[in-house]
């Protein structure tokens, strides 16, 4: 079966059995004229953005997705959402993994009518600026990274029409986060928060800047998951991944707290041979690993494996035989996305394979040490990460709340002060990990460890540690800049926290000038 004219019979008699309308003029001159490539660009899931939306089924009040694997690179949401509201859509509920400062014309669209719902695990920048000031009449439900991949398979979260940027597809949807071209123009990596929603929605259509002959292996998406492809100018800027709270530090303070943490990890009693750990976004928490990464070398100990958002140092531990496996639930920049391209020990897992609290096989729950970052933290040991203390939401849950409770060691590194904020308070603004799911707090004035978890402190205390009590801490917060005054926050109620079990966690009202 050399012949163009055989290869298009056999394209067409699989279509058949498929159930697939191919155009019998488009299939005619393919059988005569038309290269390869041609025939597989007349594949009818092969469509434009307004013929997909079109196609699929969308109404007024469904459910619409996204993911955030560009993060402040993105193009797809703004692309897509700019196009429904062309098409006149109103009332939809916008379910992305997280949104990101450059999402603010979402704004306009809130205001339009076009959004009336949000679903995320976080907001930053002006769009969330204005929630936070009560721009929407519903409230925003905030979910952790596996809460939301439980929602979406548990059928809590219900998925009509899912728009997934894909840095590479074929024309039958075969699609991932990285290409076999070397001149890639948008690489992210990982997809594995687009992958519950690519098994899970009604519909699902691939945006990618890269379309390839058929077929795209290896591929994270499946085509049987796949209803429409859509070829566009660009679906996000690989430069803007590592930026914002994934960014590498070089900040002094921060530097200083990710070696104490580092040092919490080597003497905690559970730095041995095998152990395996994550680092949650946030310049302290990502750059413990280059500290832990000596220690590792001077003492011969390996890790059976690093979780969650993979960066190029732990990539670099892992090649030099440091880490055993990477699994990749997010790419934090163009080194991990290379690596899991071309190594086969590099893993891409799906969110709720990643977190979720009712999945058995959940790599958080095979976690041994994860290391996070916090906006606040209270005496009683409860983190908030997803709103400042000025009230504005300016952040994530991410897998903060999923990682904490079923890892073995979870350590918080909190700076006692942002400028004149203390982050060490009587009670947090907002509850996102309950204190019972946090052993370690790490400040530069000291440790606190949790009082269940003495076994920690009096080792912490036999390497010579400054171990301290969580109140000595608020109290000298305190004693620099005094009691912090109430913030000034409404009655309505913008944002709503959902527990990784599905239960509310918290509400967040909005602030008042």
């Known amino acids: 079966?050399?012949?163009?004219?055989?290869?298009?019979?056999?394209?067409?008699?699989?279509?058949?059995?498929?159930?697939?309308?191919?155009?019998?003029?488009?299939?005619?001159?393919?059988?005569?004229?038309?290269?390869?490539?041609?025939?597989?660009?007349?594949?009818?899931?092969?469509?434009?953005?307004?013929?997909?939306?079109?196609?699929s089924g969308l109404k007024d009040g469904m459910t619409i997705s996204f993911h955030h694997h560009f993060r402040a690179g993105?193009?797809?949401?703004?692309?897509?959402?700019?196009?429904?509201?062309?098409?006149?859509?109103?009332?939809?509920?916008?379910?992305?993994?997280?949104?990101?400062?450059?999402?603010?014309?979402?704004?306009?669209?809130?205001?339009?009518?076009?959004?009336?719902?949000?679903s995320t695990s976080g907001?930053?920048?002006?769009?969330?600026?204005?929630?936070?000031?009560g721009l929407m009449k519903n409230p925003v439900i905030f979910r952790s990274h596996g809460g939301r991949g439980s929602a979406i398979k548990n059928g809590e979260l219900h998925i009509d029409v899912a728009f997934l940027g894909a840095s590479s597809s074929d024309p039958l949807g075969n699609a991932c986060g990285y290409s076999r071209s070397d001149h890639a123009r948008s690489i992210?990596?990982?997809?594995?928060?687009?992958?519950?929603?690519?098994?899970?929605?009604?519909?699902?259509?691939?945006?990618?800047?890269?379309?390839?002959?058929?077929?795209?292996?290896?591929?994270?998406?499946?085509?049987?998951?796949?209803?429409?492809?859509?070829?566009?100018?660009?679906?996000?800027?690989?430069?803007?991944?590592?930026?914002?709270?994934?960014?590498?530090?070089?900040?002094?303070?921060?530097i200083l707290l990710a070696q104490t943490a580092a040092k919490v990890i080597i003497n905690s009693g559970y730095f041995k041979d095998g152990f395996s750990i994550q680092t949650g976004s946030g310049g302290a928490s990502l750059?413990?690993?280059?500290?832990?990464?000596?220690?590792?070398?001077?003492?011969?100990?390996?890790?059976?494996?690093?979780?969650?958002?993979?960066?190029?140092?732990?990539?670099?531990?892992?090649?030099?035989?440091?880490?055993?496996?990477?699994?990749?639930?997010?790419?934090?920049?163009?080194?991990?996305?290379?690596?899991?391209?071309?190594?086969?020990?590099?893993k891409e897992v799906a969110a709720n394979e990643y977190a979720s609290a009712d999945e058995p096989g959940s790599a958080s729950h095979y976690l041994d040490i994860v290391i996070l970052s916090a906006l606040e933290v209270d005496v009683n040991f409860n983190v908030n990460v997803l709103v400042g203390s000025d009230g504005i939401i300016r952040g994530a849950i991410g897998g903060?709340?999923?990682?904490?409770?079923?890892?073995?060691?979870?350590?918080?590194?909190?700076?006692?002060?942002?400028?004149?904020?203390?982050?060490?308070?009587?009670?947090?603004?907002?509850?996102?990990?309950?204190?019972?799911?946090?052993?370690?707090?790490?400040?530069?004035?000291?440790?606190?460890?949790?009082?269940?978890?003495?076994?920690?402190?009096?080792?912490l205390k036999q390497a010579g540690m400054n171990v301290v009590d969580i109140h000595a801490l608020k109290e000298q917060a305190d004693k620099i800049i005094g009691e912090a005054a109430p913030l000034p926050f409404g009655d309505k109620v913008v944002g709503v926290v959902i527990n990784r079990d599905g239960c509310v966690m918290d509400v967040i009202r909005n602030i008042v000038d």
């Open 1 to 55: 079966m050399n012949s163009i004219k055989d290869r298009a019979d056999l394209i067409q008699q699989q279509a058949a059995r498929l159930g697939k309308k191919v155009y019998n003029d488009v299939a005619t001159a393919a059988k005569e004229t038309a290269p390869k490539m041609e025939m597989q660009k007349s594949c009818c899931k092969l469509v434009t953005l307004e013929e997909a939306i079109r196609r």
């Open 74 to 118: 993105d193009k797809v949401v703004n692309l897509v959402v700019d196009k429904l509201a062309e098409m006149g859509f109103k009332d939809l509920h916008l379910a992305a993994s997280s949104l990101q400062d450059v999402h603010k014309p979402l704004i306009e669209h809130i205001k339009n009518g076009v959004i009336t719902n949000i």
């Open 123 to 133: 907001l930053r920048g002006d769009l969330a600026t204005e929630i936070s000031h």
């Open 188 to 254: 992210c990596g990982s997809l594995g928060y687009a992958l519950p929603d690519a098994k899970y929605a009604d519909k699902v259509v691939i945006l990618t800047d890269d379309l390839v002959s058929y077929p795209n292996t290896p591929n994270s998406i499946s085509e049987s998951d796949v209803d429409f492809v859509v070829e566009v100018e660009s679906v996000g800027d690989s430069s803007k991944i590592a930026s914002g709270a994934i960014r590498d530090t070089k900040n002094p303070r921060d």
């Open 287 to 346: 750059a413990a690993v280059k500290y832990i990464r000596e220690s590792m070398i001077e003492q011969g100990i390996t890790s059976s494996f690093a979780l969650g958002g993979i960066t190029a140092h732990m990539v670099k531990m892992h090649e030099e035989g440091l880490i055993g496996r990477l699994i990749d639930v997010q790419s934090f920049d163009k080194v991990a996305a290379e690596s899991l391209k071309k190594d086969p020990m590099h």
């Open 400 to 459: 903060h709340p999923d990682t904490a409770a079923d890892s073995a060691l979870s350590i918080i590194v909190c700076p006692l002060l942002r400028g004149r904020i203390p982050c060490v308070v009587d009670h947090v603004t907002t509850l996102i990990t309950p204190g019972s799911s946090v052993d370690v707090i790490v400040t530069e004035y000291g440790i606190a460890v949790n009082p269940r978890r003495p076994d920690i402190a009096d080792r």
